[in-house]
């Protein structure tokens, strides 16, 4: 079992930034991917940012120069750091731990961008 435990949410206004961070805890596999996904209000939750171990990070279109995702394997952390924010970046963000076989959640926080 893998325990995801986010912190960093809150209200912001328009043009303003957050940090979100995420810390994994468990049987970790150094391997893992981890990312951020975001569900908004009555709509399905996609992917925001994915950091895998080895390889490429990947951003939505929707975030691209704005958000950058980083880890810190040695404490099995990993950051959103969200600039410029925009209200339809209002959404529960959760953070995501995969490996080839497993797959975790954390239990989300909300970030609100308000005008």
């Known amino acids: 079992q893998v325990q995801l435990v986010e912190s960093g949410g809150g209200l912001v206004q328009p043009g303003g930034s957050l940090r979100l961070s995420c810390t994994a805890s468990?049987?970790?596999?150094?391997?893992?991917?981890m990312a951020w996904y975001r569900q908004p209000p009555g709509k399905h939750r996609d992917l925001v940012s994915l950091?895998?171990?080895?390889?490429?990070?990947n951003y939505a279109d929707s975030v691209k120069g704005r958000f950058t995702i980083s880890r810190d394997n040695a404490k099995n952390t990993v950051y959103l750091q969200m600039n410029n924010l925009k209200p339809e970046d209002t959404a529960v963000y959760y953070c995501?731990?995969?490996?080839?076989?497993?797959?975790?959640w954390g239990q989300g926080t909300q970030v609100t961008v308000y005008s």
């Open positions: 995501n731990y995969q490996t080839l076989t497993t797959d975790y």
């Open positions: 468990g049987n970790i596999t150094r391997s893992a991917a």
């Open positions: 950091r895998p171990m080895f390889g490429s990070t």
